[in-house]
């Protein structure tokens, strides 16, 4: 890697930001948060990394000013005498995809957004009015029917269709800094390789000669950290010929961050049958464990194991619905806040499949199964039962969108359900 300092910004005075928007309008701010990342004052690093997400990656969306700031950071991310380069690396995963939980379980459908950024340039404003007219008619009922009247009502179809453009052609600019990228995967650094193996997991299209590097970071690789995060990166972009290479990272002497990765990225990759009862074992294991790790370093789904897991064993959940439920379950009583979202989920998928009950049935016509978790969602606290996303989960599946009209409809009065 090139030592040049100055190479990593080299361009950057060429481009007219001012010309370029970002969240708050004019992106002349970028340079100097550029310029700074590459300083020696740690604070005005953290300053200017914190000012970018909230720029050009502003509550995840992305915008003109996101695109053309990837070459830099890349270039930034690769250059060795830099500090907090595994952070850069993330800002640029987050550039190509948003939050990552949303793509997980499965990884980027990017053949399906380039046709929705496509269908709905086509369609122009009168067309899209249409089918959110349409989509408005169709709610299930009147609480569902104020929330999708509001989508509507804040429908501005040239606004969205600049956003829809501009992500997309920020996942393209990170996409063609993938060989980049993959040189990363023999940094010196392994929160820089970890960085760099999430980094390029989320382009299917460059999956060919991805996952070749990403299996042979697993030949070499020592830490765990490092290990986990290629094994679900091979998993995500692999198919079923890798599954006989992630098989002995299930190995009961290995972290149980490691033995949850090689079950995720078995399942990613297809899970064939002879796997699945190895599978749903290690996931259910640590979705149910009280002392879930959690300063592993693996960055999917933001950190939490127990989320992805869980959201995990729905793929797995027909060949043993029981026990993924009963896991899941577990899990969600010792989760609180937005941790709970994932895994409710999760849960509610796995209680009543794949859509909405046409109306929910009396507590007492539950199954067992099905009891349980309606007396965990009413025992969890007020960390969770405050966030409007969490009572939007409950309502997507008809049941009681309020702490108190599930404890009446479970006949509890709190307290946990383990």
């Known amino acids: 890697m090139t030592t040049d300092t100055n190479t990593p910004l080299s361009g950057l005075d060429a ?45 995840g969306s992305r915008y003109e000013a996101s695109a053309a700031a990837v070459p830099f ?38 053949s399906g957004r380039r046709r929705e950024v496509a269908d709905f340039r086509a369609k122009g404003e009168a067309g899209v009015r249409a089918e959110y ?28 269709l600049r956003h829809l453009e501009d992500e997309l052609a920020t996942y393209d600019a990170v996409r063609a800094e993938v060989p980049a990228l993959l040189s990363l995967l023999e940094d010196a650094e392994p929160d820089v390789r ?65 033995r949850w990765a090689a079950a995720t990225a078995i399942t990613e990759a297809g899970c064939p049958a002879q796997d699945a009862d190895a599978c ?26 127990r989320g992805y897991a869980a959201a995990s064993l729905t793929v797995l959940g027909e060949r043993h619905p029981g026990e993924a439920l009963e896991a899941v379950t577990s899990g969600l009583s010792r ?26 049935p009396a507590y007492t016509d539950l199954t067992p199964a099905q009891q349980r978790l309606m007396r965990t969602l009413a025992s969890l606290d ?15 599946w008809g049941v009681p969108a309020g702490r108190e009209a599930m404890r009446a409809y479970t006949g509890t009065t709190g307290g946990q359900d383990g």
């Open 73 to 110: 950071l890349s270039r930034i991310a690769r250059h060795a005498v830099l500090p907090d380069r595994a952070e850069v690396v993330g800002l640029l995963a987050a550039l190509a995809v948003g939050y990552d939980e949303a793509h997980l379980p499965g990884g980027v459908n990017v």
């Open 133 to 160: 007219d349409a989509w408005v008619r169709e709610a299930a009922d009147d609480g569902e029917r104020r929330v999708r009247e509001m989508h509507r009502a804040v429908l501005d179809f040239a606004r969205d």
């Open 335 to 360: 989760t609180s806040g937005i941790a709970a979202f994932a895994v409710t989920s999760a849960a509610l998928r796995l209680a009543f499949g794949d859509g909405r009950p046409a109306s929910l």
């Open 194 to 258: 970890t960085a760099a193996a999430h980094a390029v997991a989320w382009f299917p299209e460059e999956a060919a000669g991805t996952v070749p590097h990403l299996l042979r970071l697993l030949e070499r690789e020592t830490e765990p950290a490092v290990t986990a995060t290629a094994l679900v990166a091979a998993g995500l972009l692999g198919d079923g010929t890798i599954v006989p290479v992630l098989r002995p990272f299930l190995g009961h002497e290995r972290p149980s961050a490691v």
């Open 15 to 59: 481009i007219d930001w001012s010309a370029l928007e970002h969240a708050y309008g004019a992106a002349g701010d970028v340079p100097g948060q550029l310029r700074a990342l590459c300083g020696q004052d740690p604070a005005e690093r953290r300053r200017a990394l914190h000012d970018l997400y909230g720029n050009i990656f502003h509550q």
């Open 382 to 396: 007020d960390d969770t039962w405050m966030w409007g996303n969490f009572l939007e989960i409950l309502r997507s």
């Open 280 to 305: 749903v074992a290690v996931l259910a294991t640590l979705c149910a464990d009280e002392d879930e790790p959690s300063d592993h370093g693996i960055p999917f789904h933001e950190g939490d194991l």
